[in-house]
């Protein structure tokens, strides 16, 4: 990959994050006392004051939990003392849910040691080292349903540890990223992880706390930004009021119906989180506060992570990406040509067939003559490409130029290279002046490798659907759904799990609200669908691109836009129908099944979905379908 693709906008908020937490272990060498905090105002300074005071408590609750886990841990097990202790973990990690918003905006890896997934991970020094989780998820492990007694001991070095993760919180984070814009981003990202990852119980799987949880987060946020609304209030009463009814609307809701499996996440979305979204934009520009200057893929331009067209592609894109009308309109011409291939057999749409959602239909594609004997992976479609964090099964690449790249010069998909391609491109007059006036270069120096993989990409980033019934419904369309549809998405973001990896809004593995990691998940895919023989897939996914055990049988997470055109479905095509996924998730993936796979990421124990349900999740998924003029072939 060359230097420039390196410097794209993912890449400049890292060095950005470093660059801030430079400066600030610079002032603290120098002796410490708050650093100027330029854009910032009274109210943030309260604010900034009000999240030290939640820290003690949250502390606080951590050292009860500690004597309560302790009062737990003794044979024989004292079942009083274990609920104790599960009303300590509760109270703690309200506490900590209270800072979530801060946490997790400001110091990211951090708090993924405090709150993050029971997912061993690899270490990012040493690959080949696994790293355990830890944090409040596996504590929850050693309490819920009742106290493990065996992992007691743990449990207190993690709480130890957590205790040592609230006083780095303090020493630094928030000050890296000074200002009442960075605040209110902060809020409007909280409550999009609420929205999208609280309400789905993602780090409540095991307590099933997830809205009352959530309605702690949303209090945070809303105590957070109570001196800019007390602010609003002598500006704008009937704003800032406003502002504060939302909050309370959201909140009350998830309190009121705090059943896991019956809350209605469709309803809570349309009419408590959007109008608070639209609101909490409509206050921050009465304010007078604008957005941070730094790369973003959830768009500053849109209120709510559920809008339409709420995700750049330009976030996803490398430094040296193009757009514009004529390099579009090339990509496309050339997205349909054999000439890119030496044989001039083979297009891009031979195997993304827009008919088909840019899929060819079948479980493997079909490869050059001389390559048959390969095994490759099922043909993706490309629809919403252009917003994935991650390219290819395994995830080798991060950008659409390099995928291109790659599959033009793969002797078994179009057997060329770009360099190749150029050649036969620059035969024809035609194709030269395109080029040129694409590029905005002399005709004969236009034809290029690199101008043909920037004007494909080009094309490909087009390629964005969003309003399919489902988005609709989101948008507030009530008769968007039908009833078993919205029944459908309850499930799929609730009780059947779905949405805990397919996140909402893009239903990938783009995890928001931030949308910038996509984790590669192991499933135990059979090497087909039998109910006799089943043998694992020996397809490796993750691991030939990082070897280490955790990503042996990883694959990324696609998004289940257009999954009722994809079919069939997995890396290896082994599952024809939708139908037939869905008992193989319901049964626990492939150790459910009875294959040894011992770093599944999947639950192995089964869902224990009716036959209504799994029709109602099948509905759902069919209501994301939206091919719309993506699918418009070209004539050359």
């Known amino acids: 990959m060359r230097l420039a693709s390196l410097l ?43 999240y030290g005071a ?157 809205m009352t949880e959530s309605a702690d987060a949303l209090q945070g946020v809303r105590d957070a930004l109570a001196p800019w609304t007390a602010r609003l209030s002598g500006e704008n009463t009937r704003l800032a009021d406003a502002l504060d009814a939302r909050f309370a609307e959201a909140i009350a809701e998830l309190r009121a119906n705090p059943d896991f499996d019956t809350f209605d996440r469709l309803h809570f979305i349309v009419h408590r989180v959007q109008p608070l979204a639209h609101t909490l934009a409509l206050a921050q520009r009465a304010l007078g506060i604008g957005a941070p200057d730094r790369p973003r893929a959830w768009s500053h331009h849109a209120a709510s992570i559920f809008d339409r067209d709420a995700i750049d592609p330009a976030f996803f894109a490398p430094a040296e990406a193009v757009s514009g009308a004529a390099v579009t309109a090339l990509g496309h011409s050339l997205f349909f040509d054999p000439a890119l291939s030496p044989s001039g057999t083979r297009s891009c749409a031979s195997c993304h067939d827009p008919a088909k959602a840019f899929t060819d239909a079948r479980p493997r594609p079909l490869l050059l003559e001389s390559h048959q004997s390969a095994a490759p992976r099922n043909t993706p479609g490309l629809i919403g490409v252009a917003l994935q964090p991650a390219l290819f099964a395994d995830e080798r690449a991060h950008f659409l130029e390099d995928q291109i790249t790659d599959v033009l010069g793969s002797r078994a998909e179009m057997g060329g290279s770009l360099e190749a391609a150029a050649g036969a491109l620059r035969a024809r007059s035609g194709y030269r002046a395109r080029f040129a006036d694409a590029f905005h270069v002399a005709p004969d120096g236009g034809v290029t490798g690199v101008h043909i993989r920037l004007a494909i990409a080009a094309y490909l980033r087009t390629l964005r659907g969003g309003t399919s019934r489902v988005d609709r419904a989101l948008a507030g369309d009530s008769s968007a759904l039908a009833p078993r549809e919205r029944d459908g998405f309850n499930l799929f973001m609730g009780r059947a799990g779905c949405g805990t990896c397919h996140f909402a809004p893009a239903f990938g593995g783009a995890m928001p609200p931030t949308l910038a990691e996509s984790e590669p998940e192991v499933l135990g895919v059979p090497a087909r669908w039998a109910v006799r023989r089943r043998v694992l897939d020996p397809d ?68 224990h979905l009716t036959r209504g349900e799994k029709l109602a999740l099948i509905a759902f998924m069919r209501a994301l379908t939206d091919t719309g003029s993506a699918t418009a072939r070209s004539d050359r």
């Not at 890449?11 to 950005?16: G, N, P």
């Not at 130890?160 to 990202?189: E, I, K, Y």
């Not at 289940?560 to 626990?588: I, Q, S």
Request: aromatic share 8%.
């Open 8 to 50: 794209d906008a993912r890449s400049s908020t890292i060095l950005s994050f470093a660059g801030m937490f430079g400066a600030l272990m610079a002032w603290a060498a120098c002796g410490g006392g708050r650093p100027p905090a330029p854009g910032g105002s009274r109210a943030l300074e309260a604010a900034l004051a009000d």
């Open 540 to 607: 490796p996914g993750r691991w030939g691109v990082r070897r280490t055990a955790t990503n042996h049988g990883a694959f990324k997470t696609p998004t289940l836009r257009n999954v009722a055109r994809t079919a069939p479905y997995m890396h290896n095509g082994a599952f024809a129908t939708l139908e037939a996924v869905l008992d193989f998730y319901d049964a626990g993936g492939g150790a459910g099944i009875g294959l040894a796979v011992p770093n599944q990421t999947l639950p192995a124990d089964s869902l």
């Open 54 to 210: 939640r820290l003690d408590s949250l502390d606080a609750s951590l050292d009860t939990l500690d004597r309560a886990i302790r009062g737990a841990a003794r044979r024989p097990v004292d079942e009083a003392e274990g609920a104790k202790a599960r009303v300590a973990f509760r109270a703690a990690r309200v506490r900590f849910k209270r800072v979530e918003m801060q946490s997790e905006y400001y110091v990211p890896w951090l708090s993924r040691e405090i709150n993050g997934p029971v997912l061993t991970r690899a270490d990012e020094d040493d690959p080949e080292t696994p790293v355990d989780p830890a944090g409040f998820q596996v504590i929850e492990a050693t309490l819920f349903p009742s106290v493990d007694v065996e992992k007691a001991e743990r449990a207190l070095v993690l709480v130890h540890s957590l205790r040592g993760n609230v006083a780095s919180l303090r020493s630094f984070g928030v000050d890296t990223m000074p200002g009442d814009a960075f605040f209110f981003d902060a809020a409007r990202q909280e409550i999009a992880r609420v929205a999208t990852l609280g309400i789905a119980g993602f780090d409540a799987a095991v307590s099933r706390d997830a």
